[in-house]
Structures are given as structure tokens and as C-alpha cells.
């Protein structure tokens, strides 16, 4: 999976509780992303990062918040998960030589379960 | 409607058959084309990438792209049980930052 882990790998988790997950590169790109891949949606874009400390919202970012403090790590926090947010969580990262690439890594996946 | 449309299938198709996959879309900004190959409870993974209109060709893939009629393709030849998966395809604009996924194709290759 290109260098790239996600922790934790699956979360159950009950509505009302904060959760965050975490992308760990070890590839060096710029860009680290976070989608989301639900049944008859596909995969989603919630957030991304083009740097340290640098992020933009996706298409389903309601709900969700991110945090780059360092280039190899990329955080998703759910403030107060909701049922509605279960599903499996996607990082990917891309763009090593400074801009974005069309091929995206991605990581293995976080199948979150909020009750 | 959305952006990309993609028949979620299941497509079952008996070992060494061609299989035609697709997508159709909306908006004609859309100028580079991406499939991508996903394993169950695996990350999805490029497997083809097309710029604009025409044909590409990667062994036994070609991905071929209308922009004309809003419309991608991708064929697998001499389909392998190994090629059972969901593919995606994927676009976006200018940059790549954004990328626009269909919602996948499951694929199965029987022996």
C-alpha cells in the first residue's frame, strides 16, 4: 500500500463520542486525502491537504475536521460521530515530486461502526 | 444527478471473455480520466490514466475515452478470474486535488 497506514483498522464506536482516525505516510508527498465509501455512493472526498498545516474541504466535509501538523501524518476527527458517518475511511496520498498527481495511494482502509 | 454514472453491477463473465466497463458524465470540464482497481477490503489502486479523448492501450487493458459523448470505457481482454474486483473510474478538471469517482463496477471472472 505505497508506505501508507491507517490507524485505528476498525473502530465501533457510539454516537455522541468523538473519533480520530490517522493516515501515516511514508512516501513524502505533498497531498494526503481523506474519503469516505459507502454502498451506491462511492468513494467521497471529506477533506484534503497540500501541506503542512494547509487543508481544503471535499464534497462531504460537514461533520468532520482534519489536522496536518506534520507531512507524514494526516488526521480525521468526527467531533460527536453520528450513525450516519459509519462507513469505511480511505487515506491517499499523492504528488511526489511537489504537485498533485493523478495517481492517488491509497491506504487499506478504516471500517468505522457508530452505534 | 450525479456527476458520474457507473452501472454498480455485478458483472459476472465466465475466463477469457472481454469485458466492456463504463462511465458517463455530466460535466464537460472533465478532461482527465482514471481507472482504478479495487480488491475486496483493499484500497483502490490506478490502473489506467487517459488524457482527453482517444485510446490507451496497457496490455490486455485498453481504456478509451468520448468526449463527445460524455462517455469512458474500459476493456479487459482475456479476462482472468485474478481480474475480480470493483473498478472505479475517476475524473477531474484542471488539477487533480479533486477527483470525481463513479460509485465502482464489480467484476467477477468465473474459471
Known amino acids: 500500500d505505497a508506505g501508507i497506514t491507517q490507524s485505528p483498522r476498525h473502530k465501533v464506536t457510539e454516537t455522541g463520542t468523538p473519533v480520530t482516525l490517522r493516515c501515516h505516510q511514508t512516501e513524502n508527498h505533498r497531498y494526503m486525502y481523506w474519503y469516505r465509501q459507502d454502498p451506491g455512493h462511492g468513494l467521497r472526498l471529506i477533506h484534503y491537504s497540500y501541506g503542512v498545516k494547509d487543508t481544503d474541504k471535499g464534497e462531504v466535509s460537514d461533520g468532520y475536521s482534519v489536522s496536518r501538523s506534520k507531512t507524514e501524518d494526516f488526521l480525521l476527527t468526527l467531533e460527536s460521530a453520528t450513525s450516519s458517518q459509519t462507513s469505511v475511511y480511505f487515506c491517499a496520498i499523492s504528488g511526489s515530486a511537489g504537485g498533485a498527481s493523478y495517481e492517488q495511494y491509497f491506504g487499506p482502509g478504516t471500517r468505522l461502526t457508530v452505534t | 444527478q450525479k456527476e458520474v454514472e457507473q452501472d454498480p453491477g455485478p458483472l459476472s463473465v465466465p475466463e477469457g471473455a472481454i469485458v466492456s466497463l463504463n462511465c458517463t458524465y455530466s460535466?464537460?470540464?472533465?478532461?482527465?480520466f482514471m481507472w482504478y482497481r479495487q480488491y475486496s477490503r483493499k484500497g483502490p489502486e490506478l490502473l489506467m490514466y487517459t488524457y482527453s479523448s482517444g485510446n490507451k492501450e496497457d496490455g490486455r487493458f485498453t481504456a478509451q475515452v468520448d468526449k463527445s459523448s460524455k462517455y469512458i470505457s474500459l476493456f479487459i481482454r482475456d479476462s482472468q478470474p485474478s481480474d475480480s474486483a470493483t473498478y472505479l473510474c475517476a475524473m477531474t478538471s484542471t488539477g487533480f486535488q479533486k477527483l470525481v469517482f463513479g460509485t465502482g463496477t464489480r467484476l467477477l471472472v468465473s474459471p
Open positions: 460535466n464537460s470540464a472533465f478532461q482527465y
